[in-house]
């Protein structure tokens, strides 16, 4: 009697199929990270480059780290289009490609709507939004000339729902949402896709006040179908599944990682 690991060893020996399957291999894939350098970007940056991409992580500071290794760190202020150009050229150069681009980076500036500074909704929205338009548009060029491509927006349950006390992050996100499927509209047409990946509440050195404040974290945990906050882990699969093959017929989607809070339709302080 033949087992399942027997079947898949045969598979893999004689019809060239990995493990993993190639439908979500992400080898080879050039993979450009905004907000690299730290949290939810160089989770992703680290798994990616682990399953063979070669990723470009665009930071304005990197932190020294053993743990960075074989990743490509390019420091860069993404509020900036001169150095936007520049970074996109030397990728182009060595690679003749990009595959992958994934708006990661994000700032936020809480306060009250009522005393919220211009400067702090300027600068959230340079970073959060105009940022990652400046981006994808100087990505978009090599896009069409290679007739491919996958654009990962990651956006947050915030795109979803008026939380309090946070304007323009809360505008930023629900706007970068938008600007995925206005894009996916208008690129489709040269095969690119364009995606967004919107986190709940993932613990990481953004959210660490709230997971601290045991009022926010009970609330936030209660308002999950699983109970519990989310994990950078979480997010790593579903960012593979968009980079590769595996979601070619997917475009123009919202894919919540939230542990079930938007089906909820609840929201917490």
């Given at each position: 009697?033949?087992?399942l690991?027997?079947?898949l060893?045969y598979?893999?020996?004689n019809?060239?199929?990995t493990?993993?399957?190639?439908?979500?291999s992400?080898?080879?894939?050039?993979v450009?990270?905004t907000?690299?350098g730290?949290g939810?970007?160089?989770f992703?940056?680290l798994g990616?480059?682990?399953?063979?991409?070669?990723?470009?992580?665009?930071?304005?500071k990197f932190?020294?780290s053993?743990?960075r290794?074989?990743?490509?760190d390019?420091?860069?202020?993404?509020?900036?289009?001169?150095?936007?150009?520049?970074?996109c050229?030397?990728?182009?150069?060595s690679n003749?490609?990009?595959d992958?681009?994934?708006?990661?980076?994000?700032i936020?500036?809480p306060?009250?709507?009522?005393s919220y500074?211009?400067?702090?909704?300027?600068k959230t929205?340079?970073?959060?939004?105009?940022?990652a338009?400046?981006?994808?548009?100087?990505?978009?060029?090599q896009?069409k000339k290679?007739?491919?491509?996958?654009?990962?927006?990651?956006?947050?349950?915030?795109a979803e729902?008026?939380f309090?006390?946070?304007?323009?992050?809360?505008a930023?996100?629900?706007?970068?949402?938008?600007?995925?499927?206005?894009?996916?509209?208008d690129?489709?047409?040269?095969?690119i896709?364009?995606n967004?990946?919107?986190?709940?509440?993932?613990?990481?050195?953004?959210t660490?006040?709230?997971?601290?404040?045991k009022?926010?974290?009970?609330?936030?945990?209660?308002?999950?179908m699983l109970?519990?906050w989310?994990?950078?882990?979480?997010?790593?699969?579903p960012?593979?599944?968009?980079a590769?093959?595996?979601s070619?017929?997917?475009?123009?989607q919202?894919i919540y990682?939230?542990?079930?809070?938007?089906?909820?339709?609840?929201q917490?302080?």
């Open positions: 009697m033949i087992n690991l027997q079947v060893l598979l893999n020996i019809c060239g199929l493990m993993d399957g190639d439908l979500f992400v080898k080879g894939k050039v450009i990270i907000g690299g730290q939810i970007g160089e992703l940056a990616l480059s682990k399953r063979g991409a070669i990723v470009y992580c665009i930071d304005k932190k020294k053993k743990n290794d074989g990743l490509h390019m420091p860069c202020d993404i509020t900036k289009m001169d150095k936007i150009k520049r970074v050229l030397e990728i182009i150069r003749k490609k990009i992958v681009l994934i708006n990661n980076a994000g936020t500036m306060n009250n709507s009522d500074s211009l400067e702090s909704w300027s929205l340079d970073i959060n939004l105009t940022g338009f400046s981006f994808t548009q100087q990505v978009l060029k896009m290679n007739r491919s491509g996958s654009i990962i927006n990651i956006t947050s349950l915030n729902f008026g309090p006390n946070n304007p323009a992050y809360i930023s996100k629900g706007g970068l949402k938008m600007l995925g499927k206005s894009l996916a509209r690129w489709g047409k040269y095969g896709r364009v967004n990946l919107g986190p709940g509440y993932i613990l990481t050195k953004m660490e006040k709230s997971y601290r404040n009022k926010k974290y009970a609330a936030r945990k209660a308002n999950t109970g519990r989310g994990e950078t882990s979480d997010l790593l699969g960012c593979i599944f968009l590769s093959d595996a070619s017929y997917v475009t123009g919202d990682v939230d542990g079930g809070w938007s089906a909820n339709g609840l917490a302080e």
